[in-house]
């Protein structure tokens, strides 16, 4: 599987950006995440969904970004509002899935920047 990101790109703070992860194949099995890496940091997770569309959210970002997915399109979404400064880095995303072994996949990444 392929994971194209895409949405990215510069902001104001207290704005709003969508991005996209677009799949090359089926992402039905799979469960998806969203990942932030800002300069100078390890990848931390920022939100993921599971095959279930279960949601799970890292603290700061519960009450502003929105995780969701539409598997006849392949594509997971990642809503976020109420941008701040330290929302800035690079967005990956990830499909992953346990079957009779284990399926890692990373897109490309797509850089926000928030300014303040």
């Known amino acids: 599987v392929q994971l194209q990101a895409s949405g990215g790109g510069l902001v104001q703070a207290g704005g709003s950006l969508r991005l996209s992860c677009a799949a090359s194949g089926s992402i039905f099995s799979f469960d998806m995440g969203w990942y932030r890496q800002a300069p100078g940091t390890q990848r931390e997770l920022v939100a993921i969904?599971?095959?279930?569309?279960?949601?799970n959210y890292a603290d700061s970002e519960k009450r502003r970004f929105t995780i969701s997915r539409d598997n006849a399109k392949n594509t997971v979404y990642l809503q976020m509002n109420s941008l701040k400064p330290e929302d800035t880095g690079v967005y990956f995303c990830?499909?992953?899935?346990?079957?009779?072994?284990?399926?890692?996949?990373w897109g490309q990444g797509t850089l926000v920047t928030v300014s303040s």
């Open positions: 990830n499909a992953h899935k346990s079957d009779l072994g284990e399926y890692i996949y």
């Open positions: 969904i599971t095959s279930g569309f279960i949601t």
